[in-house]
């Protein structure tokens, strides 16, 4: 149905979400890849109308009725990765990856895995699309937008793939001042403690040509669609030269 309001435009995306949430939630454990990867058998299944559906290790389904025939049998189809496994899985199965919480470097690195498996499975590399998210800082105030990135990286330090994407190794920036502090309720005092070449990471920060100029970063990278995620300045969402 969102296919067809979207006129044949919607895109699928799917991921293991937050293992710390899903326990919230009653959503038991499932081994991360062979979920994902059965799941999108599942989908696919439903949309070719495959009447046998589904005989999986975790899923089993007979065939699934739909309301109205889909717009496209072929629907794209997404992952969430932020780990090495999960970046080839989407290689070898799906149409394109959504990357998050990543520098131009990273992604260029996790890129290359995708295109590597997409070409180890038989598959055209080039057909599996890049996306990343962009955290984006914009404002004419260099010293507002840097501060607006520190405090963008509280959102996320309580996931559990934060430490590797941060470079929390025993060689990069340790946050653990900034989940104690979280975690006690003080978000401003975390966002204090957050060195700001985390926060460089993977938000863009700054006017409109620092901004675009990281924008070029993460095509030159192999990125193929940035998708800007505007996060506020100052409380303010607006922009000011």
Known sequence: QLDQAADGRFVLGLGVGNPIMNGRFG???????????????????????KTTGHAGGLFRTGMV???????????????????????????????????????????????GLVRT????????PAAVEIVC?????????????????RDVVPRYVLHPAVPALFGEDGLGAGLRPVRELLLAGDRAGATARVPQPVADGFVAHGDVAACGQRLAEYRAAGVDLPVLFPMPVGGDWGYEE
């Open 27 to 49: 959503i038991a454990p499932f081994p991360p890849l062979q979920m994902v990867e059965e799941y999108v058998a599942v989908v696919r299944a439903v949309l070719a109308g």
């Open 65 to 111: 009725p739909l309301d109205s025939p889909p717009v496209r049998a072929d629907l794209p189809i997404y992952l969430g990765a932020l780990g090495p496994r999960m970046l080839e899985l989407a290689g070898r199965i799906a149409d394109g990856v959504v990357l998050n919480l990543v520098s131009p470097a990273q992604a260029g690195q996790a890129a």
């Open 117 to 124: 498996a997409a070409a180890a499975a038989g598959r055209d």
């Open 133 to 149: 998210v962009v955290h984006c800082c914009l404002s004419g105030d260099a010293a507002a937008a840097a501060a607006a990135a």
